[in-house]
C-alpha cells in the first residue's frame, strides 16, 4: 500500500518556522515530482513547491519565493518543507504528493496524496 503522510505542522507566530516532512512508503519515489500543495479556507489548492526526482530542480510559487525551501532525502523516502518568515496568508493546509506528469502545477496529475497538515500563523 502506498501512503505519503505529513508531519510537522502546527501554531507559529508570524516570523517564525516550521519544517514539514512527507515520507514515503510502499514504493520508492525517486523518479516521482514531489510536490507541497496548500489551501485555506474559501481559497483554490495551489502548488506551493516541487522538486523533480531527475536532478531535483525546483519550483516555487511567487510568494513564497525566498523564504520556502524544499528538498528531499531519497534514502529515507522523504520530502522537506522549510517554512521561515511564515505570515498569516502562509495558514493553511498542506499536503505532499507525487506524480509523474510534467504538468506540475496541475494538481489533477498528481498519483499520490498524504492527508495533510494544518499550518497556523498568528499575527
Known amino acids: 500500500q502506498v501512503q505519503l503522510v505529513e508531519s510537522g505542522g502546527g501554531l507559529v507566530q508570524a516570523g517564525g518556522s516550521l519544517r514539514l516532512s512527507c515520507a514515503a512508503s510502499?514504493?520508492?519515489?525517486?523518479?516521482?515530482?514531489m510536490g507541497w500543495f496548500r489551501q485555506a479556507p474559501r481559497r483554490d489548492r495551489e502548488l506551493v513547491a516541487a522538486?523533480?526526482?531527475?536532478?531535483?530542480?525546483?519550483t516555487y510559487v511567487d510568494s513564497v519565493k525566498g523564504r520556502f525551501t524544499i528538498s528531499r532525502d531519497s534514502a529515507k523516502n522523504t520530502v522537506y518543507l522549510q517554512m521561515n518568515s511564515l505570515k498569516p496568508e502562509d495558514t493553511a493546509v498542506y499536503r505532499c504528493?507525487?506524480?509523474?506528469?510534467?504538468?506540475?502545477?496541475?494538481?489533477?496529475?498528481?498519483?499520490?496524496w498524504g492527508q495533510g497538515t494544518q499550518v497556523t500563523v498568528s499575527s
Open positions: 504528493a507525487a506524480t509523474r506528469d510534467e504538468r506540475i502545477f496541475s494538481s489533477g496529475v498528481y498519483e499520490y
Open positions: 522538486i523533480r526526482g531527475s536532478g531535483g530542480s525546483t
Open positions: 510502499g514504493r520508492t519515489f525517486s523518479e516521482y515530482t
